[in-house]
């Protein structure tokens, strides 16, 4: 089954600085992945979403990610953070026999101090 | 705006009795529906799958006759959590696409359901 790792359930970043967050998965064939968001108390909103097209996806808010075979990850990055990027944030996979259904990682939550 | 909605966002239940929660699909038709639980400071666990016009298929360890889906339409989906319990407490979201088989298709989420049996 698909599964992916979410490294690090807790990040600190200040106002401005680089925001990484690592996302690796397990499969033997490429995956489709996902990066969402969740502010308190509310649903998830899609950041991002790699399906084999260009490796590197752009997505909302200044966040992109990387899809990297060779070292099965798909981490976010964005190069600066701002206060309302402080939220928790999940990695989510998902293949093609069954498109839709997802498999969430741990999720990180994101602290952006002054 | 939303194009899945979820009724209703918060509820509170009394043990024992049963809940249902909604999900509808505003601008377009969902062949498939997926239920999640969330419990707090926790990620999100698929519970089933809820086809239109077909039986759900609930993953493992979860109790079909305890969460009962009914996907009668192509824009409705209901979870109904039957003699809920304390431990049932937790945040339900459902989420639907289009045509599974066309992989490009955004996958949306509701608002969440946030259920409290006391």
């Known amino acids: 089954a698909q599964s992916v790792t979410q490294l690090g359930s807790h990040v600190s970043v200040s106002e401005g600085a680089l925001v990484l967050l690592r996302c690796n998965y397990s499969s033997s064939v490429p995956p489709y992945l996902f990066w969402y968001v969740q502010y308190p108390n509310q649903g998830l909103q899609l950041l991002l979403k790699?399906?084999?097209?260009?490796?590197l996806v752009k997505g909302i808010n200044g966040f992109e990610a990387e899809f990297k075979k060779s070292e099965t990850s798909f981490h976010l990055t964005k190069p600066s953070a701002h206060m309302r990027d402080a939220a928790e944030y999940f990695c989510a996979v998902s293949d093609a026999d069954s498109w839709g259904k997802l498999q969430f990682g741990s999720g990180t939550q994101v602290v952006v101090t002054p | 705006g939303a194009v899945v909605s979820q009724h209703p966002s918060w509820v509170i239940c009394k043990s024992g009795t049963s809940v249902k929660i909604e999900c509808r699909s505003l601008d377009f038709q969902a062949t498939t529906m997926f239920w999640y639980r969330q419990f707090p400071k926790q990620s999100l666990m698929l519970m089933a799958t809820s086809n239109e016009g077909s039986k759900a298929t609930y993953e493992q360890g979860v109790e079909k006759d305890k969460f009962l889906i009914n996907h009668a339409s192509l824009t409705l989906s209901t979870l109904t959590v039957t003699s809920a319990h304390p431990e049932d407490s937790s945040f339900y979201i459902c989420?639907?696409?289009?045509?599974?088989?066309?992989?490009?298709?955004?996958?949306?989420f509701g608002e969440g359901s946030w259920l409290t049996v006391v």
């Open positions: 790699y399906t084999s097209a260009a490796t």
């Open positions: 989420s639907a696409c289009t045509d599974r088989g066309f992989i490009r298709n955004t996958i949306y």
